[in-house]
């Protein structure tokens, strides 16, 4: 079972931006997705944005995201790493959220939680206003 290791949250105020991380334990292009999802206290788990890590080559990279995140986000992969990586600009303190990383087969172009299956710990961001 991959593991998955999240990284990059913290604490900035409205407007700024940061890049989280998610490190595999294996070669990303053995899942046919990885995805990033946020879940604030007392809300469910928000799908933010997924990438095509695997599968045929034609569509490795095509990246799907939430609707709070298109226009703002950018989620890209880097193979020689295994890791992922969300670059968040213009942060909101609305996004303020503990972000997940997690794998899915086929399915997982559809943002769908319960598609996904291995799940890393998790990294806190904080926007202030």
């Known amino acids: 079972q991959v593991q998955l290791v999240e990284s990059g949250g913290g604490s900035v105020k409205a407007g700024g931006a940061l890049r989280l991380a998610c490190a595999a334990s294996?070669?990303?292009?053995?899942?046919?997705?990885m995805g990033w999802f946020r879940q604030a206290p007392g809300k469910g788990r928000e799908g933010v944005a997924c990438i095509r890590t695997g599968g045929s080559r034609l569509f490795r990279g095509n990246n799907y995201y939430g609707q709070s995140a298109q226009g703002r986000f950018t989620i890209s992969q880097d193979n020689a790493k295994n890791t992922i990586y969300l670059q968040m600009n213009s942060l909101k303190p609305d996004d303020s959220a503990m972000y997940y990383c997690?794998?899915?087969?086929?399915?997982?172009?559809?943002?769908?939680?319960?598609?996904?299956?291995?799940w890393g710990q998790g990294t806190q961001v904080t926007v202030s206003a």
């Open positions: 997690a794998t899915a087969g086929l399915d997982g172009g559809d943002l769908n939680a319960q598609d996904y299956t291995n």
């Open positions: 294996e070669d990303i292009r053995n899942n046919y997705y």
